[in-house]
């Protein structure tokens, strides 16, 4: 059987099953492990099962899971389910409840590096245009730190720092189609039409500060409205990965610190714009705020 | 309108396991026992900041009317009410 060494979220993974997605990286000390066994006594349900520490879950027909410790995820992958879609819940949900259980801050979000120091995060319902945007950024030569999920970490100083994910960004077929070369694509599952681009090329690296965070919303026109006070600390509290994951591992109370603390040393922004064009407009006032806004 | 009514003589005071932050002019709070948190407008927050130390309702009152031009009989009726809704929310409890 092969071992597979990979990094994401700053994080060395060893794991009995390839992940496409992730970054490869040579044979080392692993932070977190990730593990094939059996797991037949927790396929009872299909609910998360929480307690500190610890965060079990079965998905019928597809994968079982119990996320330990913030460094073990064990696996059992049923033998007839559709194998990226049992791996996209292992670099999805399981390194995310992972990160969570090593205590950082995680955002439904992709993240933009903006310059050498700073990136920007993008948030938004489903269809509300999130990977779109980060391809956008791409096309004009912007680096990527993630496309799904940001881990957010705070130093003494109380900056918020971004970590860099895994070099690749989902994008709906018809984005992909119009700037990539599908063949070489995977979808995401087998029956998908949502493909995984290698974005190797334009991957950052290292972790940024979080320099501002956009709530994509569908309008006419691009218009921004920067929010404060409570209503930045609520919507911000809207924009965390799978909140019962929080609840369940409870973690509520750092959690909302941790809210407080993002939501005052980054600015905040619901964003309106076209769903597929202006990007260039959208990409214009990013950058605007970057310069000005000196918290 | 509200369930509780207090009285102006009784003691308030903040529920103790509250976890609070200010953000900008207003509070927000997390209520550890339910997981549910609550947003504060700047002069609810002004209201939360007078009641560190167990307090009565008139002697908030008074130092309400110190720094908001209000008339009495109207502070009364508005911090009653609002101190009703946070007791209600359990936000606040009746010490004795």
Redesign the interface.
Known sequence: MSIYFYKAFNLIIQSDFECPTLEVVEAQKADVVIQKERLNHLKNDHQFHGVPGRLYFHVPTIVTMDVRDGNTILVDVEDTADFPLAQAYITGSALGIILQQRGLLVLHANAIAINDEEAALFVGASGAGKSTTANAFMQAGFEVLTDDVSAIEFDKHGNAWVLPAYPSIKLWQDVAQRDYDLCGLRPIASREKKFYVKADAQFCHDKRKVQAIYGLEVGDEVSQEEL???????WL?QQIYRLYLV?LLGQ??QC??QI?KL??VAELYKIERPLNHCHDKLIKVVMNNSKVGVK | MSEVAIAMDQMICRRKDLVASQMDDEIVMLDMESGQYFGMNPIASAIWEKLEQPITLFELCEKLMVEFEVEPEQCKNDVSQFVEQLVENKLLEVCE
């Open positions: 404060h006070g409570a209503a930045a600390f609520d509290h609840q509520q109370e909302f610190r407080a939501a005052k």
